[in-house]
């Protein structure tokens, strides 16, 4: 992935707002999307620390290039946007807002990266509601909104740690930009899952000592969440010499990790073998690889597959299989509708099946593929949105039937909710996904899910009842989850 510097026009300094409308939760970060063809964003939070100062927070929000809309410029395209957001204590007092127009990296209109955003504030310790808006100034369509729960730690400890962050990238710093931290350019990877393909995470984290002992060891360590024992030859001990602020990066070989989930964690120890502090990240590791796709130029047309897809339907089934590409090959498929060459359409589609379907029979599979994109669109389109473009269509396109299904439209207490049960989902039994209306239009967000890679949400119920929040902590595993004769998301996913 390439990584651009970019313009920043400022507008504002102190404005309140929100951003975008569906929330997708990771371990660490979530990610933003909202209609048809509209922009896709990532956010994440990193804590720092500054001498004689207040915490550090870092935000990232990482675009996804292909999401964007481009005006023409003499040597390439570009995109606007606009962002605002700010920072909620826990009694909705605003503590920092900004909001400004931001310019993308002029890029190829053949080659369309994802682009970043960086910025830093200093907050006191405290509990925050996050809240954001992105437009895309190109796009007619509706700006995306969301607001996630932050943590700004009070680590009163003389010795400590900063978050851990895993990065796309680590370069000495040759010329100071927003991405510079102690002479080093570290670019943040947001996204906390990793496939078969991933083979090490880059490693950037500091630490820091106002003590006078200066001689420790640093262990690290990958626990298994699976069978919360450490993965022996990820065992590191490290005799180190800490100053007041130290950066360390690290590179750690994750390839011969098996599927499951799993915490890196660094400890600092003195002489005494006593744990002084500790930081950790939590990640994800799935079993599959992402090849990519062969050129479509050398593929012989099959005149039986390409009779089963007509002229005028060639955009939309291409657009379908993004439920099931992988992050590599659906930028592939965004630059071969960017050629609005049918031939190269129907060569597209014909090839992703040959490999897709393995050892069966191509056309077979795209044909049974072709028949469950129908079905999603009868049952879950929108008047904005194709079925597979919603969640549940995705959901469905991607791992199939669920075994069970709950649908809980009417409610009191409650919004309209479905949860989804699959009693095999890959290596694991038992997997869930909880989908909510929250703007009650019969468009169903995916909102909680235990299987890898996709969304988590811990306060899922929380949002499911909305209806009956009022201002109580946010923080508070009970808070607006209150026991009455309507609320029955609970009882519903504990059944299973």
């Known amino acids: 992935m390439s990584l651009f510097k970019y313009r920043i026009k400022k507008v504002s300094n102190k404005i309140a707002f929100i951003l975008l409308v569906q929330l997708i939760f990771s371990l660490n970060n979530f990610s933003l999307s909202q209609r048809k063809n509209s922009l896709k964003a990532y956010v994440d939070f ?28 003499e040597d390439g395209i570009q995109a606007e946007l606009f962002i605002k957001y700010q920072l909620n204590d826990s009694m909705q007092n605003v503590v920092f807002s900004d909001a400004y127009r931001m310019l993308s990296p002029i890029m190829k209109d053949s080659l369309v990266e994802d682009f970043y955003e960086l910025k830093r504030i200093n907050v006191p310790f405290g509990k925050y509601t996050f809240k954001i808006h992105i437009e895309d100034l190109s796009d007619k369509k509706e700006g995306l909104d969301a607001e996630m729960l932050v943590e700004v730690k009070n680590n009163n400890k003389t010795t400590k740690f900063s978050d851990i962050v895993i990065a796309e990238n680590i370069f000495k710093t040759r010329e100071e930009n927003m991405f510079s931290k102690s002479g080093f350019d570290v670019y943040p990877r947001i996204n906390n899952y990793f496939s078969m393909n991933d083979l090490y995470l880059p490693v950037y984290l500091e630490l820091y000592n106002h003590t006078k002992d200066t001689i420790f060891g640093l262990k690290q360590s990958v626990l298994s969440k699976n069978t919360s024992l450490e993965v022996e030859n990820l065992t590191r001990f490290t005799k180190i010499e800490v100053k007041e602020v130290l950066p360390m990066i690290r590179k750690i070989d994750i390839s011969q990790l098996q599927t499951g989930e799993y915490t890196l964690i660094y400890s600092l120890i003195d002489s005494k073998m006593n744990e002084i502090a500790t930081t950790s990240y939590s990640f994800e590791k799935s079993g599959m690889y992402l090849p990519m796709l062969a050129s479509e130029e050398n593929v012989i047309i099959d005149p039986s597959f390409q009779e089963s897809i007509t002229d005028d339907s060639l955009k939309y089934y291409i657009s379908s299989l993004i439920p099931i590409c992988s992050p590599a090959e659906t930028k592939n498929l965004i630059r071969v509708l960017k050629t609005k060459n049918k031939e190269m359409y129907r060569k597209y589609i014909q090839n992703f099946w040959q490999v897709y379907a393995q050892n069966k029979s191509s056309y077979e599979e795209w044909m049974k593929y072709k028949s469950q994109v129908q079905l999603v669109h009868k049952l879950y389109k929108t008047s904005s949105i194709d079925g597979f473009e919603t969640d549940r269509g995705r959901v469905y396109l991607k791992y199939g039937a669920p075994s069970n299904i709950i649908n809980r439209s009417v409610s009191s207490g409650e919004v309209p909710f479905e949860i989804w049960r699959y009693d095999k989902i890959q290596n694991y ?6 989908f909510y209306d929250p703007d009650l239009i019969n468009n169903y967000i995916l909102l909680h899910s235990d299987v890898i890679g996709e969304r988590k949400n811990p306060r899922w119920q929380q949002f499911i009842q909305k209806r009956n929040s009022y201002n109580t902590d946010v923080y508070d595993t009970k808070d607006g989850i209150l026991d009455s004769f309507g609320n029955k998301s609970g009882e519903f996913i504990n059944q299973y």
């Open 429 to 434: 039994s038992n997997r869930k996904f909880i």
């Open 46 to 73: 990193k804590q720092f620390y500054l001498p004689d100062s207040k915490p550090l927070l870092e935000i990232y929000i990482q675009f996804v290039g292909y999401s964007c809309k481009y005006f023409p410029m």
